[in-house]
């Protein structure tokens, strides 16, 4: 991670703190350095901008790796049905592949 990006990126959230996509930069900077704290940005992504769907892959993974399985899974779900509603199958293919890897099951619509 370059300390001199994230310095850039959060200027650009004090900017502009409601910025999704910076939200995201942000996260994905700090996950292999501070999991704990890429989450928190994941989570207010998912609270906050909640149709920004290349969050729930990054975000359930993460819950993964950290261990909370049933969090993963949740995101997981809930990143295909709004993969859906968006018409993003690209997006949704992703998150169907990665978590059926992570279940080890199909993925059918309720």
Request: glycine residues 4%; negative net charge.
């Amino acid at each position: 991670m370059s300390q001199n990006r994230l310095e850039q990126l959060l200027q650009f959230l004090k900017d502009d703190p409601n910025d999704a996509f910076t939200l995201y930069a942000i996260a994905t900077e700090l996950r292999a350095t501070d999991p704990q704290q890429a989450m928190e940005y994941y989570e207010k992504l998912l609270a906050e901008h909640e149709r920004y769907v290349g969050t729930y892959y990054h975000a359930a993974s993460l819950y993964a790796e950290l261990g909370q399985n049933e969090q993963a899974e949740q995101t997981y779900k809930k990143g295909m049905l709004i993969s859906r509603q968006e018409g993003n199958m690209h997006a949704f293919a992703e998150l169907q592949q990665a978590y059926n890897k992570f279940a080890g099951l199909d993925y059918e619509d309720e």
